[in-house]
């Protein structure tokens, strides 16, 4: 079955510090991966995505993230971690051979970003 | 451009009452989403457009959710009667092949709570 994991419930980073979302996925063929945020009461905001060509992925907020295709990863990170940054983070597969291409999500990660 | 629309933000009903949601996705995008999250988990897919047409309904519980999208355009998700484990959030989002390679973009949400 497709799927989607992040293995930490919660991230807490240092301001200034790097930052590293972790995420692995089970799909069939080649998959195409998303990272979306979201902030309290709000929708899910588009991150980045990996469709692809290069592993290395860079989107909005300085945000960027690395496709690993043998292990199965594709992990969100920062260089340099923003207070604004703490938010509920969301990894996601698309399937798209068959049901129209829905979304897979993960079950989220809250990362916090102390002063 | 305007983002996804929803209404309403925020509905407390008792079980067994119904309930409307309402999304306008963004222009042009042919291709509509409603997606319930539960608190803690990741939002899952309740059903898909294509157009008027439904892609996949796969996870929607017939026997009490029902949506509709008559032009192509906005789209209603009903649930009658409610239960307390449809309390979630219910996101709408909409995607075009021809804008960001088919990235879906999400609403607000509604927050329904079952009393």
């Known amino acids: 079955a497709q799927s989607v994991a992040q293995p930490e419930d919660q991230v807490n980073v240092a301001e200034g510090n790097p930052l590293t979302v972790k995420c692995t996925y089970s799909?069939?063929?080649?998959?195409?991966l998303f990272w979306y945020v979201q902030y309290p009461n709000r929708g899910l905001q588009f991150l980045l995505k990996?469709?692809?060509?290069?592993?290395l992925v860079k989107g909005s907020y300085g945000f960027e993230a690395e496709f690993n295709k043998s292990q199965t990863s594709f992990h969100l990170k920062k260089p340099s971690a923003l207070v604004s940054d703490s938010a509920l983070y969301f990894c996601?597969?698309?399937?798209?051979?068959?049901?129209?291409?829905?979304?897979?999500f993960g079950q989220g990660t809250e990362l916090s970003v102390k002063p | 451009e305007a983002g996804v629309a929803q209404s309403p933000r925020y509905k407390i009903i008792e079980k067994r009452q119904s309930v409307a949601f309402w999304c306008n996705p963004i222009s042009g995008h042919a291709t509509l989403y409603w997606y319930q999250q539960i608190l803690g988990q990741g939002p899952k897919l309740l059903i898909q457009f294509q157009n008027n047409g439904v892609v996949d309904d796969s996870q929607l519980p017939k026997d009490r959710f029902s949506a509709e999208r008559l032009k192509g355009v906005d789209s209603t998700l009903k649930i009658q009667p409610a239960k307390l484990e449809d309390s979630a959030v219910y996101l709408c989002a909409s995607s075009s092949p021809r804008v960001g390679g088919g990235t879906q973009y999400f609403g607000p949400g509604t927050r329904l709570l079952v009393l």
């Open positions: 799909v069939s063929g080649n998959p195409y």
């Open positions: 996601a597969v698309r399937l798209i051979y068959n049901q129209g291409g829905k979304l897979i």
């Open positions: 990996y469709i692809t060509g290069d592993n």
